[in-house]
């Protein structure tokens, strides 16, 4: 059993930043990719950001230069630091983790960030 345990989020005004933080617990490889994924409303899921324990990082071009994906792999937490955030950024936010040996993939529970003056 793997456990995604999102946290940040939240209502910020255009222009802001926010911070959102990912846990993992449980049984998965070292040889794992953890990202972020959203969800606007009436859209699909798209990757936001991913990266690997050896730290390449992939991001979708919307976000490049205003969001900063980073990883502690001591502690399985995967971050992203959202700056000049617009109303396009608005949606649910979905930790992700693919274990990379086995193929399963997990996702957490969803964050909300809303932009908007």
């Known amino acids: 059993q793997v456990q995604l345990v999102e946290s940040g989020g939240g209502l910020v005004q255009p222009g802001g930043s926010l911070s959102l933080s990912c846990a993992a617990s449980g049984s998965f490889f070292r040889l794992n990719r953890m990202g972020w994924y959203r969800q606007a409303p009436g859209k699909e899921r798209e990757l936001v950001a991913h990266i690997t324990r050896g730290g390449g990082a992939a991001y979708v071009d919307s976000v490049k230069g205003r969001f900063t994906i980073s990883s502690d792999n001591a502690k399985n937490t995967v971050y992203l630091q959202m700056n000049s955030l617009a109303p396009d950024d608005t949606g649910v936010y979905y930790c992700?983790?693919?274990?990379?040996?086995?193929?399963?993939?997990?996702w957490g529970q969803g964050t909300q960030v809303t932009v908007s003056s």
């Open positions: 992700n983790l693919i274990d990379l040996v086995s193929m399963n993939n997990y």
